[in-house]
């Protein structure tokens, strides 16, 4: 996340919202309480109606079909424009729980909040790619130690039957799995590292003997 935030309080007029929009080149703004809690966000969608109904009225129509944004058409301060509750993301939250708040709430910046609701940062769509730029030695290393590590102990290592190796992201499992039950929990467990593009299998098939399979009896000829 970015620790430099930019915000503003309730009372902020149209004309600095969207000036400092532009001036950091950003598209939403947290806005803040008193005590610096995050009690909405104005984003360049919330001001838009001010400018699209600047010279006309809305049409009956609209006025049932978009009342929150028609609402905002007369709006003059931050606390009047703002969506709220704003949708934020605690500062604990892994990547991926962020990404998902972001996709359901269709917001391009989540407020990154503290247990008290206080801001201490902002997320962007950009900060949940950077981490696709990991170093693959990374990722293998840490699918390595998450993974084959606890699933298949007697069998994980560089020169051991299942092996692990990464190239542009994509992990492939390598070598002999003898328990196959377990290759869906390694993809799931895999993809949950941050950085996994994808997730593929390269295995060999055991022996009869090694999946522990009865002899088969019968004549001999």
Known sequence: MTHTVVAIGRD???KQIVATLEQWRISALPVLDGEGRVVGVVSEADLLPKEEYRGAQPSRLEALRRPAE????????????????????????????????????RVKRLPVVD?????????SRGDLLKVFLRPDEDIAAEVRREVLDPLFPAEAGQDGPVVVSVADGVVVFGGRIRDTSLVPVAARLARAVEGVV????????????????????????
């Open 198 to 221: 994808d997730v593929t299998f390269d295995l060999d098939r055991p022996p009869v003997a090694d999946r522990h399979l009865p002899p088969v009896v019968g004549p001999m000829f």
């Open 70 to 105: 028609l609402a905002r058409v007369g709006a003059v301060t931050a606390g009047e424009l703002m969506t709220s509750p704003a949708v934020c993301v605690h500062a604990r939250a892994t990547l991926a729980e962020a990404a998902r708040i972001m996709a359901r709430g």
């Open 12 to 14: 902020a007029p149209f």
């Open 115 to 123: 247990l008290q609701g206080l801001l201490v940062g902002v997320v």
